[in-house]
């Protein structure tokens, strides 16, 4: 299976296997290593995910190439290309966020509660009703939340900036005289 694997690298665009080549076998070797201890029927799959992932990939990067697009072309889905996976679930953010206004509305009753005690007499009279402050809460946590947003999405933008300067520069010719190339 190596062997078919280094061969079909050679589909991708010469930049990219200069760029990414060596780091691809050497977690397909891995990944291998792994699936071979499992069984015939694991070993298929991997196989049959690995040819279909190389072929998706390569044909996206020739997309690429041509198009001069750096970022994943609009006609393929996200499955060609590599995603992390989430640790939570994606509700964890909707659920903390009603934990957080429970929480919040908790401390406002207690407020009410202490505001209702007079500090000098040890008489308890009626506890007055909390203002309810839920929404102003609610509005200052999502402008937080806005607010945060755009920073980690200027930052991503600025990195992906310095990342097209990068490529801008790259010359795929191989005159880098660096010595970093994949001999497959």
Known sequence: MFSLYR??????????????????MAVFVELETETWKKGALARGLFCAREVKGLLGGALLEHVRTIAGAHRPSPFFSRRLTVRTEFRFPKATATLMTIILAAIVMAIE???????????????????????????PTLLLIMAFACMSGGIGWAILFALHRSGVHRLAEFDPSGDQGSGRGMSV
């Open 109 to 135: 009753k207690a407020k009410a509660i202490q505001a209702s005690i007079p500090y000098s007499n040890p008489h308890v009279g009626p506890i007055q009703p909390a203002q309810f402050t839920l929404l």
């Open 7 to 24: 061969s079909l690298l050679y589909l991708y665009p010469p930049a990219h296997r200069y760029e990414y080549g060596e780091e691809m």
